[in-house]
DNA sequence: AATGATTTTTGATATGAACAATAATTTATT
DNA sequence: AATAAATTATTGTTCATATCAAAAATCATT
């Protein structure tokens, strides 16, 4: 798809691949829980002992209130998290994650610990900080050109 | 959101970022051509000079082949890509890029390879090759772990 | 108390995607 | 050669996804 001669040019390859197989993981987890795509990010946004409102996860997910509002309703309904009112101000709902909830984000989030320690063993372990400098590295300039705006 | 005290922990959230924003990114870079997404993850597909069908782009889009059928509809009447009859087997539909078609995806190839580029910059030359063994070894490690049917 | 702003929910609507049926064509079988 | 079977793309239908606008409840300010 690239011309794959330049060292730039395969690390463009590699990280498209990655996104790819990234996105197909997540389909695949997300049904594997009975859960919609969306159901399964919403949760995994979830710190373990986090409480959160519908506006704020909707701003995190990029998504409407109102979508969330249902995408909610069916975690609710499969007993993943918990809805009530705010009693400081009733015009939120503070939604939390069930014991189900609980576990199953602590499941996922040590599965996917687990696979990264996995990729590591194949890898020497004095490259490990230069990895996490690269990815860092990597991250950083996607975000900055996220940001510009004239592109 | 994952305890960031071990290397792995460390990757796993750098992974999970990286995906979040290349996503947001492919959504901003698809508007900014006034694709959709999907008619923008096809027109990503092709290489300057391939002619693919409906089935296999379905195939490799992972989507329906009626689906394809109506991308290509908008692709089309974008004019970024033109839609033949193939004449060694007439059920087939030669799709190729046009002249528009083919200089945006080389734009966006080059604009890909340019920010991978300006990220090894931020990097010792002696490390890259490292860097691509490292995300080499994650790609596979993805690769195998997803081709697993027990997790 | 009245007005205006904020948060969530509901209803209506548009877009995304799959499925089933159909039409056109090619390949296989008799 | 004629018919049957298979393949490819398209169309109509249907369901899921997501947004927008309006409504209801609460809060903040005057």
Redesign the pocket.
């Known amino acids: 798809m690239i011309d794959a001669d330049t060292v730039a040019a395969r690390l463009a390859n590699l990280t498209f691949s990655l996104l790819a197989n990234c996105q197909e993981k997540e389909v695949h987890l997300a049904e594997l829980h009975g859960l ?3 159901e399964f990010r919403c949760l995994r946004l979830f710190g373990t002992d986090e409480s959160l ?3 704020t996860i909707a701003e995190r997910m ?6 969330l ?2 995408i ?1 309703d069916g975690l609710v309904k499969k007993e993943y998290i918990n ?1 009530e009112i705010d009693p400081n ?5 503070r939604v939390t994650l069930s014991s189900k909830g609980k576990s199953l984000v602590q499941q996922l989030n040590k599965a996917y610990v687990d696979i990264h320690e996995e990729i590591l063993q194949d890898i020497d372990p004095s490259m490990h900080e230069q990895l996490i400098t690269a990815m860092t590295h990597l991250l950083e300039a996607l975000e900055k050109w996220l940001a510009k705006t004239d592109y």
């Open positions: 919609t795509q969306a409102n519908n506006k990029k998504l409407s209130p109102s979508r509002t249902r909610i809805r101000d009733r015009r939120n709902m």
